[in-house]
Each structure stands twice: as structure tokens, then as C-alpha cells.
């Protein structure tokens, strides 16, 4: 057996090594996995992860080897670090370099050897190999596939070096998140001491003012609730005397405030260790160290218990003449807050809420939709108003009596109530007719299927007094800005409408915009027409190329779904993919696209380019279903034969703020598999390096919208750049979309960006186009 030869860089190697920190660690599956694909991949018996050390080769990952580490010297790795890229051994026995080695002439009795170098800040620190007893023949291909298998062990080894920066980010973002809690807390503070908004406020105030004042004093304000006591305000006392205080029942003897309250007058107890209306709470008192406490009741202007004001001391202590009148005007101060409070609840609840149905009135309903309207103008998005009408309410007050009619108004809010969301606002207007309000609509897509399911629950039959009563409703609906801007011309519209719906007959709704009424029409008929789309072969897929931005490479491609109607001819993406979301149809569609982009990337890198990687648009409703699961991709690629590496899942924000565990350990497993993951849009949303932390990211793709208005002193170019400046740190790739002039491209090239994606360089080709594109390039 030859001498393992030498490292000429050994020194470098090592300290590269060591940098990880990984030596001597425990076995993590996100390694395991590679080494399962690798070992299934090539049919061997023996598959590891090795990194060699001083004098040591140690396994971090292995298949069928019962050994945890080897010498250097009889190490098959040693061999291959000292190569540039791979070693292959196809027979041992006749290698003069292994004939001799232990491991060869003894177990496991290597025959054929396949490894290849793992790479970390440009030195070999060890390898991912595959091994047999039998003769293997290793091909080209397969030494590319395994090189695809090693890229992901070196992920996931930059990923696991990159966590102290990410802890650094993280720490930096924790202190900017409390400085900027602190902001808001400090303005709200002020902003509420000023104008008094709650009761809460208020009472913490005086108590807070008075703590101030007197040193010494913790005072306590409690609110008296039927025949309990309720925490007000003591912001001073521990918390666990409070939540014990909370709720305690008033009653002579019942410890100072249980017993003002209910004598409606002061009680002083001046030593509560031994006084006897605190015998079933001194051990609780002991444990808050209070050791006095002086209570006088909150009286209203008809000398009504409101509640109580109580001063506590550490040590015991009686209060003299000019403290007992103290305690007194602090108790009128919150009596006169307590009472506003109150009249101000009663009066604002009666002014602006139903009787009947505890809905909101028509002034409430109205305040409620001038704030919609302006949220809207800010922000940019919609505001739809939906006015609803019971049809034959009149027959059910006339026969059945107005105390029935009065039931079915209470059951019908309570239906509709459970149709909207929570930040939507259902109200009466009065006699049968409702209003509903929906804010904050990027689009008015989802309308129609609110719409249809109160059109389904309001006709559902109702049981009142025993009797089986129908009833049906007809809805309006009008469109902030498109059929108005104000609250009146608004209601209007919608009024119109309903009585457009009126006249269609019962059980119906009607837009106020002929356009909006066409619109809803043609997505109930995409909704409809989606189902044949995959059978009739009506889907096709264009690519749209991106290129390497520094060696005008072309390894990588988006693919884009597109939909030829019989009938309508091109459907825009825009048009259908919500409608396809909404029915769950996406599943099914989705599941077509990974097929087809699967089968073309495999001909392609067999044939024209073995680096291609196609990315795929994926909806956040493929995360969140569960049958058929989105997962089954991966069983799709081994089956039919494309490395993970061949394809990329493109995913939006708006996916990773509503992710769940489920969702987030889907993600890991795509990319554990070796599947890359990007982040599209990026900038659009509500972006945070907490995704880039949370979730796997191989990618970034900056949203057109920045690279469409970039110039060379635009705050867009400062925003790429920051974005490129971020992503290198974490190690994660960025592709700029949108690209449309020399430019751009100029710009985003002295940032450093990777790649580059646009009209610049090409439009979505059909699919004989992009292969006669890379038949070119070849």
C-alpha cells in the first residue's frame, strides 16, 4: 500500500476544517439523507460522508459502515483530497495505490471506489464517496450526479458555518425591534395621557402620579363587578398577587378591600400579619412583602360601591389625619374617571349598535366604512360594500307575527356574522336589510364566494317556534374606487344594485359595474372551464431564459404556465391562477407542470446542457394541502431519473408569514433532497431577514418593479444593492427580474448580482424556441 500523499496546502485545509466546528459531532438526517440518495443512486453497498482530519478520516455520515473514524494512512479519502475534483477506483485489486490496503484485503473488502471532494472556502476537507465488495462501473454521468450530491453537503456546511453571522443579524434585529417598541410604546403613552382614551389609562395614570409623589406608597385600584372585586390598575404590586386578588368575592372581614366594598367604607389595617381579615391571605402578603394596607371605597354620585382605592406599606403602618383625606381625593379622581367611562360605554353602545341583533347601526356602519375608505386611498387597495335585503320578510311579518320576524332578523345576523371574517363589519340598517363592509382588498376576487355562501346559508331553513320558516336574500354590491369614493354615492350604488338583484329574482346578487358584473361572470366561467383544461391539453408551458450575469452563462430558465382557450384564445396568468386557487383546481394544475418541466429539463441536460435548472412557480395552496401532497414531487423525480438539483420551487412571501411547522418542514425536505428554493418578489412584501433565517433560501429574485425605475442615483439602486450586499453575506444567489436595458444590466452587474432575468435578453419562448436557444449556446 502507497504512502497517503501530501497536501501541499495542508495548513489552510485544517484550519478550514476546523472552522466548522462539526469534528467529533452527532449524526444530523439533513447529511443522512445525502448519503440514502447517493448510496440508492449508484446501487452500492457502502455510502459516506468523510472528513479527513490531522491524522484521522472521520465519518460524518454512513451507510452500512459500522466505524465512526480510520487512520489517515489506509483512508480512500486521503487520495482523493489530493486529486483536483473526483477519484475513481474501478478495481482495487488492480491498483497498486489499494491492493494492499486493510480495507481491501480484509472487511469490508472494497472492489470499486467513487469519490468526490467537498469543498469549504476552496480547500478539500473531505469527500462524499460511494463503495462496493462488487465491481461498479462509475460513468461520466454518475460522477456528475455524485458531484450534485456533494454541492448539497457543501449547502448544507456553508449553512451550518453562516449560523453565527445569522445569530449576529439576529441580535441586531432584536435590539432594533425593542428600540423601535420603545418609540411606540413612549408616543402611545403620551399620545393616551393626553387625551384620556380608556379607563385603563387613566386609572395606571393616577396611580402612577400618586406613586411618584409618596415615596413608599403602591397603590392598587380595584373595579367592583356584581359582587367581585376586578383588577383596575396596580402596576406597582407583584403579579401574582394580583391574579390571586382578581375576582375575589366581597364580604365583612373579607381582607381590607372585600371588606370596604362591602361596608362601603375605610378599613385600615395597620399590621397584616396579624390582623384577622387577612388570616387567609397573610402568607400571600408576606410573599409580596406588603405589610399595611389602608382601603377606601369608590363611591359614584349616588354613593354606589364602584370599587376601591387601596395604599399599601412594606411595614406596618397607620395613616394620619391628612393621609386618610389623601386617599379620600384619590378615590373621588377615580370615581369620576369610573363614571365617565361607564356613561361613555352606555351612550357610545346605544348610539351605535342594534337592538335587535346587537349589530352594528347605520352610524357605526358608516364611521367604520370613512375609515375603510381612507386606509384604502392610502394604501392603495379596495374596499368593497355589500347591501343585503331579505326576500318575503313583509309575508313573514304579516302571517306570522312580528315577535317571529324579530326572531329571524336575530338568526339571519347571526348566520351572516359567521360568513365573514373577523376585521370585516356586518351591521343593520334597519327593518331587514343589512350591510356588509369588506376592507383592505388587494383584489375582489374572493367577493364571489362570500357572496355565494351567504346566498347558501341565509336560504338554509330556519326552526322558530317549532315551525320550518324560508327566507332567501338579495345582494348589491359596489366597488371603492371603481363605482365611488364617498360614503354616500357608495350605499347608493349598492341600494341600486341590490334592487338589480331584486329584479333577477330571488336569491341572486348583482354587481353595480356592468364591467365588475362581467368580470364575476368570466371568473365563474374560468372556474367552470378549468376542470377540462388539463384533459383537453389546453396548459403549455413558456421559458423564459436567465443568464449568468458575469459570464452570460445560460444554465437556468423560469417556467411560466400558460392557458390557450378553445373559445376565449390567451388567458393572462393573472386572470386565471386566483380562480384556480380559489377552487383548488392549482393542485392538479400544479401537479401537471412539475411533470412536464421534469421530463424536459431531464432531455435537455442529457442532450444540450447537464447544468440546466428550471424554476417553477409554486401557490402557497400546494404548501398547505395535504392530499395529494405536494411532497409526492420528490418520489417523482427519483422515478423518473432527474437529479434534485434539475429543478428550482419559486415561492412567495406571503407563503413563509403564514407558514405553519407542516409547511416549514416540507420546505427543509425539498431542500434537503436538493431541491434549491427561491424567494420571488423579494422587496414587495413584507420582506424580513427572519425568512432568509427561518426558512431554506437558495435564491432571491428582486421584484421587476425595483429594477424597472433603477438608475444610477434612484433609492431602487440602493435598495438592490443592499438586497445583493445581504444576500452574499447569507450566501444565497440573486436573480434581478425585468431586465430591460443595457442599463440595468451595467448596474446590477457592477453590484455583483448573479443573475439576470428579462426582455434584454429574451421573452418567454415557446418550448421548440428555448431548445433551439440552448441547441445554439451549446
Given at each position: 500500500?502507497?504512502?497517503?500523499?501530501d497536501i501541499n496546502n495542508e495548513k489552510e485545509r485544517l484550519e478550514a476544517l476546523y472552522r466548522l466546528d462539526i469534528l467529533d459531532t452527532s449524526p444530523e438526517e439533513r447529511f443522512d439523507r445525502?448519503?440514502?440518495?447517493?448510496?440508492?443512486?449508484?446501487?452500492?453497498?457502502?455510502?459516506?460522508?468523510?472528513?479527513?482530519?490531522?491524522?484521522?478520516?472521520?465519518?460524518?455520515?454512513?451507510?452500512?459502515?459500522?466505524?465512526?473514524?480510520?487512520?489517515?494512512?489506509?483512508?480512500?479519502?486521503?487520495?482523493?483530497?489530493?486529486?483536483?475534483?473526483?477519484?475513481?477506483?474501478?478495481?482495487?485489486?488492480?491498483?497498486?495505490?489499494?491492493?494492499?490496503?486493510?480495507?481491501?484485503?480484509?472487511?469490508?473488502?472494497?472492489?470499486?471506489?467513487?469519490?468526490?471532494?467537498?469543498?469549504?472556502?476552496?480547500?478539500?476537507?473531505?469527500?462524499?464517496?460511494?463503495?462496493?465488495?462488487?465491481?461498479?462501473?462509475?460513468?461520466?454521468?454518475?460522477?456528475?450526479?455524485?458531484?450534485?450530491?456533494?454541492?448539497?453537503?457543501?449547502?448544507?456546511?456553508r449553512r451550518h458555518d453562516s449560523e453565527g453571522l445569522l445569530q449576529e443579524i439576529q441580535q441586531y434585529q432584536v435590539q432594533f425591534k425593542e428600540n423601535q417598541k420603545l418609540t411606540r410604546v413612549?408616543?402611545?403613552?403620551?399620545?393616551?395621557?393626553?387625551?384620556?382614551?380608556?379607563?385603563?389609562?387613566?386609572?395606571?395614570?393616577?396611580?402612577?402620579?400618586?406613586?411618584?409623589?409618596?415615596?413608599?406608597?403602591?397603590?392598587?385600584?380595584?373595579?367592583?363587578?356584581?359582587?367581585?372585586?376586578?383588577?383596575?390598575?396596580?402596576?406597582?404590586?407583584?403579579?401574582?398577587?394580583?391574579?390571586?386578588?382578581?375576582?375575589?368575592?366581597?364580604?365583612?372581614?373579607?381582607?381590607?378591600?372585600?371588606?370596604?366594598?362591602?361596608?362601603?367604607?375605610?378599613?385600615?389595617?395597620?399590621?397584616?400579619?396579624?390582623?384577622?381579615?387577612?388570616?387567609?391571605?397573610?402568607?400571600?402578603?408576606?410573599?409580596?412583602?406588603?405589610?399595611?394596607?389602608?382601603?377606601?371605597?369608590?363611591?359614584?354620585?349616588?354613593?354606589?360601591?364602584?370599587?376601591?382605592?387601596?395604599?399599601?406599606?412594606?411595614?406596618?403602618?397607620?395613616?394620619?389625619?391628612?393621609?386618610?383625606?389623601?386617599?379620600?381625593?384619590?378615590?373621588?379622581?377615580?370615581?369620576?374617571?369610573?363614571?365617565?367611562?361607564?356613561?361613555?360605554?352606555?351612550?357610545?353602545?346605544?348610539?351605535?349598535?342594534?337592538?335587535?341583533?346587537?349589530?352594528?347601526?347605520?352610524?357605526?356602519?358608516?364611521?367604520?366604512?370613512?375609515?375603510?375608505?381612507?386606509?384604502?386611498?392610502?394604501?392603495?387597495?379596495?374596499?368593497?360594500?355589500?347591501?343585503?335585503?331579505?326576500?318575503?320578510?313583509?309575508?313573514?311579518?304579516?302571517?306570522?307575527?312580528?315577535?317571529?320576524?324579530?326572531?329571524?332578523?336575530?338568526?339571519?345576523?347571526?348566520?351572516?356574522?359567521?360568513?365573514?371574517?373577523?376585521?370585516?363589519?356586518?351591521?343593520?340598517?334597519?327593518?331587514?336589510?343589512?350591510?356588509?363592509?369588506?376592507?383592505?382588498?388587494?383584489?375582489?376576487?374572493?367577493?364571489?364566494?362570500?357572496?355565494?355562501?351567504?346566498?347558501?346559508?341565509?336560504?338554509?331553513?330556519?326552526?322558530?317556534?317549532?315551525?320550518?320558516?324560508?327566507?332567501?336574500?338579495?345582494?348589491?354590491?359596489?366597488?371603492?374606487?371603481?363605482?365611488?369614493?364617498?360614503?354616500?354615492?357608495?350605499?347608493?350604488?349598492?341600494?341600486?344594485?341590490?334592487?338589480?338583484?331584486?329584479?333577477?329574482?330571488?336569491?341572486?346578487?348583482?354587481?353595480?359595474?356592468?364591467?365588475?358584473?362581467?368580470?364575476?361572470?368570466?371568473?365563474?366561467?374560468?372556474?367552470?372551464?378549468?376542470?377540462?383544461?388539463?384533459?383537453?391539453?389546453?396548459?403549455?408551458?413558456?421559458?423564459?431564459?436567465?443568464?449568468?450575469?458575469?459570464?452570460?452563462?445560460?444554465?437556468?430558465?423560469?417556467?411560466?404556465?400558460?392557458?390557450?382557450?378553445?373559445?376565449?384564445?390567451?388567458?393572462?396568468?393573472?386572470?386565471?391562477?386566483?380562480?384556480?386557487?380559489?377552487?383548488?383546481?392549482?393542485?392538479?394544475?400544479?401537479?401537471?407542470?412539475?411533470?412536464?418541466?421534469?421530463?424536459?429539463?431531464?432531455?435537455?441536460?442529457?442532450?444540450?446542457?447537464?447544468?440546466?435548472?428550471?424554476?417553477?412557480?409554486?401557490?402557497?395552496?400546494?404548501?398547505?394541502?395535504?392530499?395529494?401532497?405536494?411532497?409526492?414531487?420528490?418520489?417523482?423525480?427519483?422515478?423518473?431519473?432527474?437529479?434534485?438539483?434539475?429543478?428550482?420551487?419559486?415561492?412567495?412571501?406571503?407563503?413563509?408569514?403564514?407558514?405553519?411547522?407542516?409547511?416549514?418542514?416540507?420546505?427543509?425536505?425539498?431542500?434537503?433532497?436538493?431541491?434549491?428554493?427561491?424567494?420571488?418578489?423579494?422587496?414587495?412584501?413584507?420582506?424580513?431577514?427572519?425568512?432568509?433565517?427561518?426558512?431554506?433560501?437558495?435564491?432571491?429574485?428582486?421584484?421587476?418593479?425595483?429594477?424597472?425605475?433603477?438608475?444610477?442615483?434612484?433609492?431602487?439602486?440602493?435598495?438592490?444593492?443592499?438586497?445583493?450586499?445581504?444576500?452574499?453575506?447569507?450566501?444565497?444567489?440573486?436573480?434581478?427580474?425585468?431586465?430591460?436595458?443595457?442599463?440595468?444590466?451595467?448596474?446590477?452587474?457592477?453590484?455583483?448580482?448573479?443573475?439576470?432575468?428579462?426582455?434584454?435578453?429574451?421573452?418567454?419562448?415557446?418550448?421548440?424556441?428555448?431548445?433551439?436557444?440552448?441547441?445554439?449556446?451549446?
Open positions: 500500500m502507497k504512502k497517503v500523499p445525502i448519503t440514502r440518495m447517493a448510496q440508492r443512486l449508484f446501487g452500492c453497498e457502502y455510502a459516506s460522508i468523510s472528513l479527513i482530519d490531522k491524522d484521522r478520516q472521520w465519518f460524518k455520515s454512513s451507510i452500512n459502515l459500522n466505524q465512526r473514524e480510520t487512520s489517515r494512512d489506509v483512508a480512500f479519502c486521503a487520495h482523493t483530497i489530493a486529486e483536483e475534483k473526483y477519484l475513481v477506483v474501478p478495481n482495487t485489486l488492480k491498483d497498486s495505490r489499494f491492493s494492499t490496503n486493510p480495507h481491501v484485503v480484509g472487511a469490508p473488502h472494497i472492489r470499486s471506489y467513487a469519490g468526490v471532494n467537498i469543498m469549504v472556502d476552496a480547500q478539500p476537507i473531505g469527500t462524499l464517496c460511494v463503495f462496493s465488495s462488487a465491481l461498479e462501473d462509475f460513468s461520466d454521468d454518475n460522477m456528475l450526479a455524485l458531484a450534485d450530491l456533494g454541492k448539497m453537503v457543501e449547502s448544507e456546511l413612549r408616543s402611545a403613552i403620551l399620545e393616551k395621557v393626553v387625551s384620556s382614551e380608556t379607563l385603563d389609562v387613566v386609572l395606571r395614570e393616577i396611580v402612577g402620579a400618586i406613586e411618584r409623589e409618596y415615596k413608599g406608597y403602591f397603590c392598587s385600584i380595584l373595579l367592583l363587578e356584581g359582587n367581585q372585586l376586578k383588577m383596575g390598575a396596580a402596576p406597582s404590586l407583584p403579579d401574582f398577587y394580583n391574579e390571586a386578588i382578581h375576582g375575589v368575592e366581597i364580604g365583612p372581614g373579607v381582607g381590607s378591600c372585600g371588606n370596604t366594598a362591602y361596608t362601603n367604607a375605610l378599613t385600615v389595617v395597620e399590621d397584616i400579619a396579624t390582623h384577622p381579615y387577612w388570616s387567609a391571605w397573610a402568607d400571600l402578603a408576606k410573599q409580596a412583602n406588603l405589610g399595611s394596607c389602608w382601603s377606601q371605597p369608590i363611591r359614584g354620585a349616588d354613593n354606589q360601591v364602584l370599587g376601591t382605592f387601596a395604599i399599601y406599606h412594606e411595614c406596618s403602618s397607620k395613616p394620619s389625619g391628612d393621609a386618610i383625606a389623601l386617599i379620600e381625593q384619590f378615590a373621588h379622581i377615580a370615581s369620576i374617571a369610573i363614571e365617565r367611562e361607564r356613561a361613555n360605554q352606555l351612550i357610545w353602545h346605544q348610539a351605535n349598535f342594534d337592538v335587535l341583533t346587537a349589530l352594528p347601526n347605520r352610524s357605526l356602519m358608516e364611521e367604520q366604512l370613512k375609515h375603510l375608505l381612507s386606509s384604502a386611498k392610502r394604501d392603495e387597495t379596495k374596499v368593497a360594500v355589500l347591501f343585503l335585503d331579505l326576500d318575503n320578510f313583509k309575508d313573514v311579518n304579516d302571517t306570522l307575527g312580528h315577535d317571529v320576524g324579530d326572531m329571524l332578523l336575530i338568526e339571519c345576523a347571526r348566520r351572516i356574522t359567521q360568513c365573514i371574517r373577523q376585521e370585516d363589519t356586518a351591521s343593520r340598517l334597519g327593518g331587514d336589510e343589512f350591510v356588509i363592509l369588506l376592507g383592505g382588498l388587494a383584489n375582489v376576487g374572493g367577493i364571489d364566494e362570500l357572496i355565494q355562501k351567504l346566498l347558501k346559508e341565509i336560504s338554509e331553513p330556519y326552526l322558530l317556534h317549532q315551525r320550518h320558516i324560508h327566507t332567501s336574500v338579495s345582494i348589491g354590491v359596489t366597488i371603492y374606487p371603481n363605482d365611488g369614493e364617498d360614503v354616500t354615492t357608495l350605499l347608493k350604488n349598492a341600494d341600486q344594485a341590490m334592487y338589480g338583484a331584486k329584479g333577477q329574482g330571488k336569491n341572486s346578487h348583482q354587481f353595480y359595474s356592468r364591467a365588475m358584473q362581467e368580470q364575476a361572470l368570466k371568473r365563474l366561467s374560468y372556474k367552470s372551464d378549468l376542470r377540462a383544461a388539463i384533459d383537453n391539453e389546453q396548459f403549455y408551458i413558456e421559458y423564459q431564459p436567465i443568464y449568468d450575469i458575469q459570464s452570460n452563462r445560460l444554465t437556468k430558465a423560469e417556467a411560466l404556465l400558460r392557458w390557450h382557450h378553445p373559445e376565449k384564445g390567451i388567458i393572462r396568468p393573472d386572470e386565471f391562477i386566483p380562480v384556480a386557487e380559489e377552487s383548488g383546481a392549482i393542485i392538479e394544475i400544479g401537479n401537471w407542470v412539475f411533470e412536464q418541466v421534469c421530463h424536459d429539463a431531464l432531455t435537455w441536460r442529457e442532450t444540450l446542457c447537464p447544468e440546466l435548472q428550471l424554476s417553477i412557480n409554486t401557490s402557497p395552496c400546494q404548501y398547505f394541502n395535504r392530499d395529494p401532497n405536494i411532497m409526492d414531487w420528490l418520489l417523482f423525480l427519483l422515478d423518473c431519473g432527474l437529479p434534485p438539483s434539475g429543478v428550482l420551487l419559486e415561492i412567495t412571501e406571503n407563503l413563509l408569514m403564514d407558514a405553519n411547522s407542516q409547511v416549514s418542514k416540507k420546505l427543509f425536505q425539498f431542500r434537503q433532497a436538493g431541491v434549491s428554493i427561491a424567494l420571488d418578489d423579494f422587496g414587495t412584501g413584507y420582506s424580513s431577514i427572519s425568512y432568509l433565517k427561518k426558512f431554506p433560501t437558495d435564491f432571491i429574485k428582486i421584484d421587476r418593479s425595483f429594477v424597472n425605475s433603477m438608475t444610477e442615483v434612484s433609492n431602487d439602486k440602493v435598495l438592490c444593492e443592499a438586497i445583493i450586499v445581504m444576500a452574499k453575506k447569507l450566501g444565497i444567489k440573486v436573480v434581478a427580474e425585468g431586465i430591460e436595458s443595457e442599463a440595468q444590466l451595467a448596474i446590477l452587474k457592477s453590484m455583483g448580482c448573479d443573475y439576470a432575468q428579462g426582455y434584454l435578453f429574451s421573452k418567454p419562448l415557446s418550448k421548440a424556441k428555448f431548445e433551439a436557444l440552448l441547441q445554439s449556446r451549446k
